[in-house]
């Protein structure tokens, strides 16, 4: 067995390639997050933001020593305790932009629900990988799994906080499709998602009128745009397609240092990026280093030495997967507007602490890929 | 078995790498659309985004009199006013939230904002014009909350030194309305812009207007400045040097007093004219903020016409005054000699039909002298018989009568001199027996009564080219000359000359002379020391009532006159409408402005300036 906390040897073996990415990731938040809130004489985001992208390092390298095994063990503490976190998170919180997602401590407030998406992967990642099947998944497994992920995010719905609910759906859904689903299961959950949200969307606009759908939509995101939903998106366009091939220069983006873009620093980063930085540095550059960190992760998954750290990794690339795809279709108008962050470059420390834990986890898979 | 179950696990994560390549195409391939193939758009709406053009009206050029007197000036005014464009409230909610502060309903906010509808958003429509400092300090008080949708914009407005003094020949501005706009330069003109309606402010726009400036300034998402950008400073409009004088228009329009009248005076050999009075007048003012609508129609129902220009703008019979282009026209002609004699009898039987003299039991033997200083028909209608209609008319228009004097300003009347072939075609639709000329008409025509009319300023216009010897100027208030000192390409047509011999002028004159010095009917109007001539006229008023006075039956008085009588400086045309005599009631209004011309000339009248006096350029 090995040993259980090696901190001594965090250096061997250790995917600096893949923290490297990230770190540049980071640093590109990071230098943007300044160019937005460099005119807002009070604003210390960038300096928050760069003592988190710290504590991340510092917790990624924590989560990388611990051998995931005995992660997985403790697993199940861990989960119930989450759970309690969320239950307790709308009793405690403050409403921030209409929900009761954050827990002031201290200086900072974070948000459990981000970093419970980790504790929930590696609880999925358990079970799944605890079944030991070579078939497909029986309907009770698929129930069990869903439960698992399910609960924690019933609470969060709760809160509510639609976005950051819908981002644990990749947990699952990897997870799943990774253990095996039968192909006809796969193609009727398809067929479903294209007859039903088209109909759904035809009965929104016939039957609902303007207020109800106003309301129900504010429902799903209290943190819509009050001035009419199409003013982020459209600023956002504006911002990123003046951009251009190479950009309006870092600092010098008119729609981002004249305040046009609302949450720049946040959900909607990634605009900033493209104002600019432009098409070729800004957007293929960060797209790239994304496409670097994933498929290098996916190769880690391949290699891992079990099925859970397999099914680990498998998690958290499909959280970042889907945050970013989200968040980058939705600052070109592709998708709706939820409140995704992008990760490593949104400003928020649960964010970003989220997402080095998520890589710390993957290192630690890697690390431990032969069998000693 | 582990081994096994790894392996399906691995090759299911193989499929992983495809979604993630193709969902990172898809997403390049987005930023292509926006970056690349669609950016000059969207570079485009973030520079509308961030630069704000804000307008700097020009100062209007101020009007002065030919000593530089102002008569009208600018003076700072302030407007509420509404931007439609990134508006974030609701016309209504912007009603609700200033309306009562304004003393406006949302009704009277919308009627506004609908005019200007069609027009660019940017441009800011005006809530409330000329408002006062209380205004000015709700408006502020809430500028928080109203951000850019609501503010105080500066507008100079105009200044009526003088009130309705020559109001009919300045005019007034007022915001240009909806159909103007279509007619004119859209990048000169713009909604909320004052722009000269009617007289010289209308006539000379472009040349008071100026040039409008404009700031480009940089704002962030609150519409605050951040920076200047770029500007091109306002140019002032050109002051307008009229030729009116301001001391002439003062005694002119004092002597018409209360009655409805005009008077006209003008530098033959310039052209200049010096006085252009219409009587009743208005105060312009009350156009340089928007008149109430209640006002307005009140003025427009004024049984008097007031916004009428008497001088050029009708035409009447000239009475007797016709009887000096009668008596130049027989003279060239040759069917009067100045040593012909006519017994006058108090009526005569020309062609069937008896025609009076105003004189009941006749002036006796009478020669042209007699003729003119004592107002003969009876010897006119002989020159008319022998002249005829046809070499009547020919003289007549050659001298200036019956056709536009075109005369800076617009609406000019035309007059009439009739012929047979204008009576034909005016009543075209008639029976063939009222499309006929009669002799009868002809001897009318010869005293100014009948179908003959003259505008007031074609007969002080036609007078002064007679005794200037047959010489036209073209009449203005502006001169020419001096525009085109100001670099504007202004028409600058040559004098018209008829020929006409010396010696008709002198004896003509000379009978004018008589009228006002030697016991004639034109005796009020003269001046000691000052050769005045003239001639009065009383036209007879066929159709009564024009308005409701007991005085409507009354004939006009006309007094026509110019001084010194051997070569004139200035001819005067005084004209009071149903004023009686034209001794008795016009040709006071010719002597007051003929004497304060004298006085001004000699040095006996001190010049009054109530206004500034302009610094001009030399």
């Keep these: ?372 | 078995m582990r081994r096994e179950e790894l392996t399906v696990l691995r090759s299911r994560v193989n499929v992983g790498l495809y979604i993630v390549a193709a969902a990172l195409m898809f997403l390049v391939a987005g930023f292509w659309h926006f970056q690349i193939a669609q950016s000059s758009r969207f570079v485009e709406l973030a520079d509308k985004n961030r630069f704000k053009q804000i307008q700097i009206v020009a100062q209007r050029g101020r009007i002065l009199d030919r000593e530089n007197r102002v008569l009208v000036d600018n003076r700072p005014s302030y407007n509420v006013v509404y931007v439609r464009e990134g508006a974030r409230h609701s016309l209504e909610e912007i009603a609700a939230f200033v309306g009562p502060g304004l003393g406006m309903t949302y009704e009277e906010m919308k009627e506004r904002v609908d005019k200007s509808k069609n027009e660019p958003k940017f441009r800011p429509i005006i809530l409330k014009e000329d408002v006062d400092v209380k205004d000015i300090a709700f408006i502020n008080a809430r500028k928080l909350e109203l951000r850019d949708e609501v503010f105080v914009d500066y507008q100079p407005r105009r200044k009526y030194l003088e009130g309705e003094l020559a109001v009919h020949a300045i005019g007034y501005t007022g915001e240009i309305t909806t159909e103007e706009l279509k007619n004119k330069d859209p990048k000169v003109y713009r909604s909320g812009d004052q722009i000269g309606k009617v007289g010289l402010e209308q006539r000379y726009d472009s040349i008071l207007r100026g040039k409008d400036g404009y700031r480009v300034v940089v704002v962030d998402n609150d519409q605050r400045e951040v920076q200047q950008f770029g500007h091109e400073d306002p140019v002032g409009g050109n002051d307008l040097h009229t030729t009116l004088d301001l001391d002439l228009q003062r005694a002119a329009e004092a002597a018409l007093g209360d009655q409805v009248g005009a008077a006209v005076a003008l530098n033959p050999s310039t052209g200049d004219i010096l006085v252009m009075a219409s009587k009743p007048g208005f105060d312009p003012n009350l156009f340089a903020t928007r008149i109430s609508a209640s006002a307005y129609q009140e003025l427009q129902r004024d049984p008097r016409k007031v916004f009428r220009n008497r001088v050029i703008q009708d035409h009447y019979a000239p009475g007797s005054v016709f009887k000096i282009f009668m008596a130049a026209a027989g003279l060239e002609a040759g069917v009067l000699d100045p040593l012909d004699h006519v017994n006058c009898t108090g009526s005569v039987t020309i062609d069937g039909v008896t025609k009076a003299c105003w004189k009941a039991g006749g002036h006796g033997t009478v020669g042209l002298y007699e003729a003119i200083v004592n107002s003969c028909n009876v010897f006119f209608y002989n020159v008319g018989k022998k002249l005829e209609i046809t070499r009547i008319a020919d003289f007549a228009k050659q001298m200036g009568l019956g056709s536009k004097t075109n005369i800076d300003l617009f609406g000019e009347d035309a007059g009439l001199i009739p012929t047979p072939d204008w009576k034909a075609h005016a009543y075209r639709t008639r029976s063939k027996a009222e499309q006929k000329w009669y002799g009868s008409e002809t001897i009318d025509v010869s005293i100014g009564q009948g179908a003959v009319s003259v505008t007031i300023l074609q007969a002080a216009w036609a007078m002064g080219g007679f005794a200037s010897g047959g010489r036209l100027v073209q009449p203005h208030l502006v001169d020419p000359t001096s525009l085109d000192k100001d670099g504007f390409v202004v028409e600058n047509p040559k004098p018209r000359n008829y020929p006409i011999r010396a010696s008709t002028v002198d004896i003509v004159s000379k009978g004018m002379w008589g009228v006002v010095n030697e016991g004639g009917t034109g005796t009020r109007a003269s001046v000691d020391g000052f050769d005045v001539a003239g001639k009065t006229g009383t036209a007879q008023v066929v159709g009564k009532k024009s308005y409701g006075k007991a005085e409507d039956s009354e004939d006009h008085a006309w007094f026509v006159g110019f001084a010194p009588y051997r070569n004139p400086e200035i001819v005067v045309a005084a004209f009071v409408e149903h004023g009686g005599h034209g001794g008795t009631a016009a040709a006071p209004v010719a002597h007051a402005i003929f004497d304060t011309y004298y006085r001004k000339k000699t040095g006996q009248f001190g010049s009054q300036a109530s206004g500034p006096i302009a610094q001009v350029k030399p």
């Design chain 1, 1 to 372: 067995m090995p040993a259980p906390f090696e901190a001594r040897n965090i250096g061997k073996d250790f995917d600096w390639a893949l923290f490297a990415a990230a770190l540049a990731l980071a640093l590109i938040g990071l230098t943007e997050i300044y160019s937005a809130t460099m005119n807002l004489p009070s604003d210390v985001s960038f300096m928050k933001q760069a003592i988190f992208v710290g504590a991340g390092i510092a917790l990624m390298f924590i989560v990388a020593s611990v051998d995931y095994h005995s992660i997985s063990e403790h697993i199940p503490w861990l989960y119930l305790g989450s759970l309690a976190v969320l239950i307790y998170t709308p009793l405690a919180a403050r409403k921030i932009a209409g929900a009761r997602s954050w827990i002031d401590l201290g200086p900072v407030s974070i948000q459990p629900s981000e970093m419970i998406k980790m504790v929930v992967i590696v609880a999925m990642a358990r079970y799944l990988s605890d079944l030991h099947i070579k078939g497909y998944l029986t309907f009770n497994q698929i129930l069990k799994a869903g439960v698992i992920c399910g609960v924690p995010m019933g609470l969060i719905l709760l809160q509510p906080d639609m976005g950051t609910a819908l981002s644990y759906l990749p947990i699952l859904g990897v997870g799943l499709l990774v253990r095996g689903l039968r192909p006809a299961l796969i193609v009727s959950v398809i067929l479903i998602v294209v007859l039903v949200v088209p109909v759904s969307a035809f009965l929104m606009s016939d039957y609902l009128k303007a207020h109800q759908k106003e309301r129900l939509l504010t429902f799903i995101d209290p943190s819509r745009d009050p001035h009419g939903q199409g003013y982020q998106v459209q600023q956002s366009k504006i911002a990123i397609g003046s951009g251009g091939l190479l950009g309006k220069g870092i600092f010098k983006g008119s729609q981002n240092q004249l305040g046009f873009l609302p949450a720049r620093h946040t959900d909607f980063i990634f605009s900033v990026v493209g104002e600019e930085l432009g098409f070729v540095r800004g957007i293929l550059g960060t797209l790239g280093l994304f496409a670097f960190v994933l498929f290098r992760s996916l190769h880690n998954a391949q290699t891992a030495r079990d099925s859970l750290g397999l099914f680990i990794i498998m998690g958290v690339v499909g959280v970042y997967f889907f945050h970013m795809v989200v968040n980058v279709a939705m600052v070109i108008g592709f998708f709706p507007v939820v409140g995704i962050p992008l990760p490593f470059l949104s400003y928020g420390g649960s964010s970003i602490l989220t997402a080095f834990i998520g890589l710390g986890l993957i290192i630690n898979v890697r690390r431990r890929r032969y069998v000693n």
